[in-house]
């Protein structure tokens, strides 16, 4: 199968400056309630993750989730499960999901309610891309880096069939 031709819609250097107003609001935000527990979902959010992280001054802890809905395919399975659970309890902490796009807001619903039963202090979440058009479930996205029109992208960690995670710029596939 030829590989489909990636168009960078967001570049890297537009990633890097809005990850910083974004850590710039999470340090007013977590003033003085640090360390943030921050819970990435494997595995499209760990490039994100690792550059939101770096460019907070808040202290955070990370752990991550596995969570799969998605298949292999470009539309969601509708079925969500946990494939790889946290190491470390989440009870009384300030717990920031790190999310690397929302789409149908399946796997969030899914995730916050499952993290709600472990009594953290409070639960907010940073999500690098928005697809607010094929919304099924109402999610309150606390950070949200770039809404996005309803396209699938690829690339700084976003994957089609587990290939183009490593394309440092956000890109759109090419039929
Ligand atoms: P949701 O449950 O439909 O909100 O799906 C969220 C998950 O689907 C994301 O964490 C991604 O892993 C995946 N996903 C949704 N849209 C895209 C896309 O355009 N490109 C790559 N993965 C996507
Ligand atoms: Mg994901």
Do not use: W
């Not at 809905?69 to 790889?84: A, C, D, I, L, N």
Request: glycine share 6%; charged share 30%; with cysteine.
């Amino acid at each position: 199968m030829a590989p489909a031709k990636p168009r960078v819609l967001i570049s890297a250097e537009q990633i890097r400056a809005r990850i910083e107003e974004l850590a710039a609001q999470i340090d007013r935000d977590y003033d003085g309630r640090a360390p943030v527990q921050m819970v990435a979902i494997l595995k499209g959010a760990f490039v994100f993750l690792s550059d939101l992280a770096r460019a907070m001054k808040t202290p955070a802890r990370i752990d991550f989730m596995g969570i799969s809905s998605y298949g292999r395919g470009k539309t969601s399975s509708g079925e969500v499960k946990v494939t790889k659970d946290l190491d470390t309890s989440i009870e009384g902490l300030d717990v920031l999901i790190v999310e690397d796009i929302v789409d149908s807001g399946v796997t969030l619903t899914y995730l916050i309610h499952v993290l709600e039963q472990r009594k953290p202090r409070s639960i907010r979440i940073a999500a690098l891309l928005d697809k607010p058009e094929r919304r099924l479930r109402p999610v309150c996205v606390d950070y949200v880096g770039f809404t996005i029109p309803d396209e699938f992208v690829v690339g700084y960690g976003l994957d089609y069939a587990e290939d183009y995670r490593n394309l440092p710029d956000i890109c759109v596939l090419e039929a």
